[in-house]
């Protein structure tokens, strides 16, 4: 990894620009070379590890993830890697049309890897390990409706494996001569997904991509360029986020087209038979239709884009037969590059199967131009069709707002639609019928998007026989889990609603003293579900509560899953209510070292993340439980914990105002939030408010290098993947909805970059050298990195070796705990008394 430091010094003399050209850990200008390592802090360095007692918490077990089987008979208990190593992430990636492929393997660059899956039968706790191919690298399972088999890949040197494994037996088997194709993309702007497969009905067939037969070999490249590159505007708006991974050449498009081509194919699960479908494509979606005889295709074709990733390309919808036929053509969509800011395409979006009809589409169409700003009396309306599809399609329904969600119920005809209110953050739920599309929808409830304590909960879903979900509807009642926020925290329930009446009735509620969510129905009138159940003593396991018997005190174990790190049990921590100086209430968790005495001040650490509300009240609510088992994983500010430091975990940085205009007060807002939540830990006895350090991660990184620039409350910030020069996401970011050149005043007032020579306090920048998340280009820190540098300030630049936006790789999370615990460590634990009053705010201070 690259390691860059300045210690606070006056800035430089004003120098004659260079060019530079990196070659070789040399920089070569006018003249002159220096070694990368002559400079100093500037290099190359080995990764370094924290403390042991950091690492024994790093490298402790972690707890087997679980699965239920569609029938409730079954848990598979999921266990993987958790940590690959640094060579894991160093196999070779292609960055294509959003996408990051493995050319070796045909599939992800470094997908999860699951090396064990054991069975557990719910009647009797019985366990049945299931038989692996040697050095196992697994996909998540994907059961059969009928749930007596489940299916998963297995990544080789070689390409990608299907297997099947029975549950009756715990008998895996690789179906030969299949190799997956495990580049997949969905409605948006490019995913890929470990499982590029599902379930036919009959619950015996897959239907899978596949690689094609006959394919050869990768298209070579040429060093020699066959001519320039040419783009070009048609005079019409195109805003372009900041995508990354983008195509950049025609030998990218020619790769992209080769990875990315997948054979549809039905393969026989018993005997391994394999019949394909149609010719090969570039397939977005492939999905059968429930009655099995239908299949939903969308397939990406050129003209790609060098702009826009692959979600976006040019596609064809159309159902097909299960010989490949076309049999009706939903819509020929062009290349979406003129979608509004937070808008939508025009033409059919969200195509899907009914799942309680054997072979009926749904979508949506937008009215509005896929505009939120064009004033229209509705903006969405859904539409269907059914077989034959020779029919006008019909139209279900139109929406005032935008249509976020469509949920059908296994009741024919009967679905929640919700619709969105971008200019309030308003969302509403109404009960559609189908069967009577001329009968005007029912509103069922509405509510502010950030409104936690008023948040009805999720429908429960199952999965029907024909492998399509729906909500599950007993009679005229639907039942819902949520995370039952409240003034005293989360506490989730199971409710059942009734859909004629709209009253809810409460099934069960987390006790006060523990954290228990609802994540099965056992039977589908809610008398036996089954739980997760943890408090701050207790690791998470699984139970099953049964209502009938009257005390839903009592619940039966399903696993016992024991505490592998009880050094942790020491932490304490609480719910800290507060106000900022407007009298808007804000909160934090307050977490105190193992051993921590009352009354000792301690060095603290805030970590936080900004959210924007439209009102105080709901900014005010508080998210979260102090009533669960406290883990620490991966590169969490948490782990200051175990050094001696304070934690005000999730501080809440809000930022209220109007949708269209809240960034206008950002900085007075955050800088607000910053001393509200210092001034009550130093209220409550437990903050040295001469040693705070504040740290974030990607919007909270932007906060943090915000936060140094203007205020003098922190010793020292971690930032971590963050962007720090608005002007380099011209088209919005965040929630911010303007562009640069109808806000410029802005955007450079919430620019850190632009302020860098105000950044006096030590700051850490942290980046992962492959970040590809929008907006934050690993060239964001280095140019601040460059900036206070230049400027006189006292700043160290880490970049982490083939890391994307999060980190992954055992050595590079290590080398990332070292690095912050070392920082704070010199410049707040141990940090020197300050000159003048402690903990003054400065205002703050505009271009």
């Not at 996408?99 to 557990?120: S, V, W």
């Not at 009741?411 to 005007?440: C, E, H, M, V």
């Not at 280009?777 to 140019?783: E, T, Y």
């Amino acid at each position: 990894m690259i390691v860059k430091e300045r210690a606070s010094l006056p800035p430089p003399e004003p120098k004659r620009l260079r060019t530079l050209v990196r070659a070789k850990g040399l920089l070569i200008g006018w003249g002159f070379s220096i070694l990368l390592t002559a400079t100093t802090g500037l290099g190359q360095e080995s990764y370094l590890k924290p403390p042991t007692a950091i690492l024994d918490v790093l490298q402790a077990p972690a707890t087997p993830r679980v699965t239920i089987s569609p029938t409730k008979d079954y848990l598979l208990l999921v266990e993987g890697v958790r940590y690959p190593s640094i060579r894991d992430l160093a196999q070779p990636m292609l960055r294509l049309a959003g996408l990051r492929i493995n050319p070796e393997t045909n599939g992800p660059h470094h997908p999860p890897r699951l090396f064990a899956f054991t069975l557990k039968r719910i009647s009797d706790g019985k366990e049945t390990l299931i038989k692996h191919p040697a050095d196992p690298y697994h996909g998540f399972p994907t059961w059969s409706a009928d749930g007596k088999r489940f299916a998963f890949t297995n990544t080789t040197p070689r390409g990608i494996e299907l297997w099947i494994a029975e549950t009756a037996t715990g008998v895996a088997r690789q179906i030969e001569g299949v190799q997956i194709n495990g580049i997949s993309f969905g409605y948006g702007f490019g995913a890929i997904t470990s499982n590029p497969f599902r379930w036919m009905p009959d619950n015996r067939t897959l239907l899978a991509q596949v690689i094609p037969a006959g394919r050869g070999k990768p298209p070579a490249g040429s060093t020699e360029p066959h001519g320039p590159k040419v783009q070009e505007g048609a005079g019409k708006p195109d805003p372009v986020r900041t995508f990354q991974d983008l195509l950049l050449n025609a030998h990218d498009e020619n790769l992209f087209e080769y990875y990315a081509t997948a054979q549809l194919a039905l393969i026989d699960t018993e005997n391994g038979r394999q019949t394909t479908i149609g010719k090969p494509g570039l397939f977005a979606k492939a999905d059968p239709s429930p009655d099995g005889r239908h299949l939903l295709v969308a397939r990406l074709h050129r003209p790609f884009s060098y702009l826009h990733p692959a979600g976006a390309f040019p596609k064809e919808v159309e159902v097909w037969d299960l010989q490949g036929r076309m049999i009706y053509r939903l819509v020929s969509l062009p290349l979406a590059d003129q979608v509004p800011i937070d808008g939508v395409p025009t033409g059919p979006r969200n195509y899907h199967w009914k799942p309680t009809a054997p072979a009926t589409l749904v979508w949506v169409e937008a009215l509005d131009g896929g505009d939120p700003k064009q004033k229209v009396p509705h903006r969405d309306r859904l539409r269907m069709l059914a077989s034959p599809f020779r029919n006008e399609p019909a139209e279900l329904a139109k929406t005032e707002q935008r249509l976020s969600d469509l949920s059908w119920t296994d009741k024919d005809g009967t679905a929640l639609l919700r619709d969105y209110d971008r200019d309030r953050r308003w969302s509403r739920i109404f009960l559609l019928d189908a069967n009577a599309p001329a009968s005007a929808m029912r509103l069922l409830r509405e509510r502010s998007m950030r409104d936690r304590y008023n948040d009805p909960g999720m429908p429960i879903t199952h999965l029907l026989s024909s492998g399509h979900y729906a909500i599950l509807q007993r009679g005229d009642w639907i039942f819902l889990s949520g995370a039952g926020a409240s003034p005293e925290g989360d506490r989730p329930f199971l409710d059942r609603f009734n859909l004629k009446t709209l009253q809810a009735e409460r099934l069960f509620r987390s006790d006060a003293k523990s954290y228990e969510t609802v994540v099965a129905l056992l039977d589908n009138d809610a008398s036996r579900f089954i739980t997760q159940y943890e408090s701050p003593t207790e690791p998470p396991n699984y139970y099953v509560r049964n209502r009938t018997i009257g005390d839903l005190s009592a619940r039966a174990a399903l696993t016992h899953f024991v505490d592998t790190t009880p050094q942790l049990r020491q932490i304490r921590k609480e719910r800290v209510i507060y106000k900022r100086d407007d009298g808007v209430p804000l909160s934090f968790t307050l977490f105190l070292p193992p051993g921590y005495q009352k009354g000792v001040r301690l060095p603290t650490v805030v970590w936080a993340y900004p959210l924007e509300f439209n009102d105080a009240d709901t900014a005010g609510q508080i998210s979260g439980s102090t009533q669960r088992y406290t883990t620490i994983s991966g590169p969490s500010h948490l782990f200051f914990l175990m050094q001696g430091y304070a934690i005000l975990d999730n501080a809440a940085m809000p930022v209220i105002g109007d949708p269209e205009t809240v960034n206008n007060t950002y900085l007075e807002q955050v800088v607000a939030g910053a001393k509200a939540a210092i001034d009550k830990a130093v209220a409550l006895g437990v903050t040295d408010p001469e040693r705070v350090g504040v740290g974030g991660h990607s919007y909270g990184a932007f906060m943090t290098a915000n936060l140094l620039a203007h205020s003098n409350v922190f010793r020292a910030g971690i930032a971590r993947s963050g962007s720090y020069n608005r002007t380099l996401t011209p088209f919005g970011f965040q929630s911010e909805r303007r562009t640069l050149w109808e806000a410029p005043e802005l955007y450079m007032k919430m620019s850190p970059f632009i302020h860098a020579d105000k950044i006096k306090t030590p700051l850490l920048l942290i980046h992962g050298e492959a970040d590809n998340n929008s907006g934050t280009f690993p060239l964001q820190s280095d140019r601040l990195y460059h900036a206070i540098r230049g400027n006189g300030g006292a700043v160290r630049y880490v970049t982490l070796p083939l890391e994307a936006h999060g980190y992954a790789a055992r050595e590079s999370i290590e080398h990332t705990l070292y690095e912050m615990l070392s920082w704070f460590d010199k410049h707040v634990k141990n940090a020197a008394a300050r000159n003048g009053a402690a903990g003054s705010v400065v205002r703050p201070r505009h271009p």
